[in-house]
């Protein structure tokens, strides 16, 4: 079963402005991260964040964490129209142990317009 | 450096018809993954290994078969093709320390079954 979902599943934004994507899980976590898939490519890691963590920062690309609403965001700023791409949030179980599974959500699909 | 190879990148199978899918990765990784990756659905973890000689199942294994007698290779083998197969087939390694770390992945096999 699916553990995260995403919202929105589209965006169209144009170039310069911010996206923003939402992830909601489940179940206890002891990690999240964000992946971007260009189409026809495979998924490339941009962030991760611990569960201790609330808030991580890389480049272009801001990361919230709350664990008590189990859910997350991905903020990108001043947006490019290379961003264009799905970006998948995933999730580390607890319970999954040291295997270093992870659920993957259904995405969201950003289109950036020049 | 070529990360994680999969091949073949292209394959049409009758129903019926056996196939075996191979994952390499050259970046010593322990723990590797196949995933299945449907329009709408994200991805979907098929079985998994955390190391030589071991593998377990995902979410969704029925239908697939998996070795890891190579450290660096992990094979998907579907036994008896059928149209629910048809998908978008993605490997993925990591390695395993005291934290999580990210999964690294291939570019995809589209796999169809007529």
């Known amino acids: 079963s699916q553990q995260g979902e995403e919202d929105p599943q589209a965006l169209s934004i144009q170039e310069g402005e911010n996206a923003t994507m939402n992830c909601s899980y489940k179940?206890?976590?002891?990690?999240l991260q964000w992946y971007r898939q260009n189409s026809g490519r495979g998924l490339v890691h941009l962030i991760l964040?611990?569960?201790?963590?609330r808030e991580k920062h890389s480049g272009r690309l801001r990361v919230t964490l709350d664990t008590s609403k189990k859910s997350s965001s991905l903020l990108i700023t001043a947006s490019r129209a290379a961003d264009t791409a799905s970006y998948f949030c995933?999730?580390?179980?607890?319970?999954?142990?040291?295997?270093?599974?992870?659920?993957f959500g259904q995405g969201t699909t950003l289109q950036v317009k020049p | 450096n070529a990360g994680v190879t999969q091949t073949p990148k292209f394959r049409v199978l009758k129903t019926g018809q056996s196939m075996t899918l191979l994952c390499a990765q050259d970046?010593?990784?322990?723990?590797m993954y196949w995933y299945r990756q449907d329009p709408g659905m994200g991805l979907r973890l098929i079985h998994y290994?955390?190391?030589?000689?071991?593998?377990a199942k995902g979410e969704v294994p029925d239908g697939y078969n998996v070795s890891r007698l190579k450290k660096q290779n992990f094979l998907l083998g579907l036994e008896s093709a059928a149209p629910s197969q048809t998908s978008v087939y993605f490997c993925?390694?990591?390695?395993?320390?005291?934290?999580?770390?990210?999964?690294?992945f291939g570019d995809g096999t589209r796999l169809s079954i007529l």
């Open positions: 993925a390694s990591s390695y395993p320390r005291q934290f999580v770390q990210p999964q690294h």
């Open positions: 179940t206890s976590i002891n990690n």
């Open positions: 964040i611990r569960s201790n963590e």
């Open positions: 995933a999730t580390g179980e607890i319970s999954s142990g040291n295997t270093g599974k992870l659920i």
């Open positions: 970046m010593n990784h322990e723990y």
């Open positions: 290994s955390v190391g030589e000689g071991t593998t």
